[in-house]
């Protein structure tokens, strides 16, 4: 797998991502000719993580371990002894899981661009992995391309991918692991047809009848209507409806229950009446997606209710909160260097990380 392509191997090989004092650095000891054996330890202070990141760095390392001589890569990778927790793996506080050894003169300017890496995609499929742990098999889908900058994307939708998403929703997010972006039929076609959603949905059916059709049924906040309306227009080939009811608003189906604040948005209650209407109506194929406020807590409520979700969609809440990381120099010339409270420590699950040219 390439995460890296030739432009940013040169950006990061100059130096251009990485801290100041890390770039000095590694001059320094260039110049110096200091080029003792050091062995950097890498850590996280959480328990019950799904490590993520650790191929990505291992190739950061094999493209970006050495220095410049005369205006030409010298790579020094093959100098480095790397130790590393496999990805996917569980970890906890303090457990190491990563041994970097080797010259720090040949990869101190690569330490926050590792940190870096370790922190987001760990954070991200961690988020994921405690969704899918609680969804009883059903498939949630990573929404979360609008609410971050959207050259994150590919990376995110790798750690979602191995956090256990089932589906993502752009090109980038699914390019690291050759996946397909899946996705529904937004409010904006629906506005753009004058808020007839059966007219946006025929839209669709007719321009990408080889896309599963999943019709957004929120737009007049009545979804049973809604619902029925598409299904009986569509028949076979609507595939699913999506709820995404705003949190400060009751569906029409429920303003009789205006005393209840659990009524607001998306819903037990709504999706369990426009289950019933489809039921009745004879629409059982059609598959019932949710969004708009979804996390842990509420997927694992929705499913303490046994509501008849299909699918979870999840956006904001992924990216929302970090998991950083931190490096140490933990010995040097094979003895003891470490800041106080700092030390060396082994970790059985770590393996030696092949070397690439």
Known sequence: M???????????????????????????????????????????????????????????????????????????????????????????ATEPIMHIAG???????????????????????????????????????????RFDYFLTQEGDGYAANKGGAAGVATPAQAFLWNGKPIGTIPHALIAAYHGETVQAAQAFSKHFPEVPLVALVDFTNDCIATALAVAQALGSKLWGIRLDTSESMIDASLKKYTHEKQLYGVNPTLVKKVREALDKANFQHVKIIVSGGFNTEKVAFFEKEQTPVDMYGIGSWFLQGTNPFTADIVTIGGNHQAKEGRSYKQNPLMRQAKYEK
């Not at 990061?12 to 330890?41: C, H, P």
């Open 2 to 92: 390439q995460f890296f392509n030739n432009h940013i191997i040169d950006k990061i090989r100059k130096g251009y991502y990485s801290a100041a004092y890390f770039d000095r650095t590694q001059q320094i000891l260039l110049r110096e000719n200091n080029i003792q054996t050091v062995t950097m330890q890498i850590f996280q202070k959480k328990d019950t993580v799904l490590l993520c990141g650790i191929d990505e760095v291992i190739e950061l390392l094999q493209i970006g371990t050495g220095y410049f001589s005369q205006g030409t890569w010298v790579n020094k990778y093959s100098k480095l002894t790397v130790e590393a927790v496999p990805e996917g793996s569980m970890i906890n």
């Open 103 to 145: 010259p720090y003169a040949y990869f101190a300017h690569l330490e926050s661009l590792y940190l870096g890496i370790l922190a987001r995609r760990t954070s991200v499929a961690t988020k994921v992995k405690d969704v899918v742990a609680v969804a009883n098999n059903k498939p949630i889908l990573f929404f979360a391309d």
